[in-house]
């Protein structure tokens, strides 16, 4: 008798080990920058300070995750901060676009969110930590509210999938 119930305990552990495998799929890391913004990132990120990776957005961390994939996160308030073109999305998007032209970055992919509220660049550009190599780089410019976003999302070692739904996430999340 003993025997059977422990057996039947074994089984129920079993299940719920693999719920909570399955539940757990989506990770959420939490981080705050210095000017006191909150982010919700999908998965687990680590902020990262040694001089490995492009740093594509001043004055923002770094973060990596567990598959070498790069983060970076910028949000800003337009009211505080005197931004060049505001939180106005036309205007940022056009100073993004000269921007790339003037520095010869060829932009491999265009695409706007469904509210119209951010556009999602695919870049490739020359490595500037990788001598003589490319980077493949996903980058959201978005404004909610007063808010203006920055993320960009690469990776030198892996293919990005979905990376424009990645993108999206983080910034409806955020």
């Not at 909150?38 to 990120?45: R, T």
């Not at 567990?66 to 910028?74: G, S």
Request: some cysteine.
């Amino acid at each position: 008798m003993k025997m059977k119930n422990l057996h039947l305990l074994l089984i129920l552990l079993s299940f719920t080990n693999s719920f909570s495998q399955n539940d757990s799929i989506k990770k959420y890391t939490n981080l705050e920058d210095f000017g006191g913004n909150k982010y919700k990132l999908e998965g687990n990120w680590k902020e990262v300070y040694d001089g490995k990776y492009e740093n594509f957005i001043t004055h923002c961390p770094i973060l990596r995750d567990n598959k070498n994939n790069i983060l970076e996160f910028a949000k800003w308030d337009s009211s505080k901060l005197s931004l060049q073109n505001g939180n106005n999305l036309t205007e940022i998007n056009l100073s993004l676009i000269n921007y790339l032209n003037e520095k010869k970055i060829e932009i491999l992919g265009l695409e706007s969110g469904p509210k119209k509220n951010y556009f999602i660049y695919k870049l490739n550009l020359n490595s500037k930590i990788k001598q003589n190599e490319k980077v493949i780089l996903y980058n959201l410019i978005g404004v909610k509210g007063k808010y203006v976003y920055s993320i960009v999302y690469y990776s030198y070692e892996n293919k990005l999938e979905n990376s424009s739904i990645f993108l999206a996430d983080t910034f409806n999340n955020n």
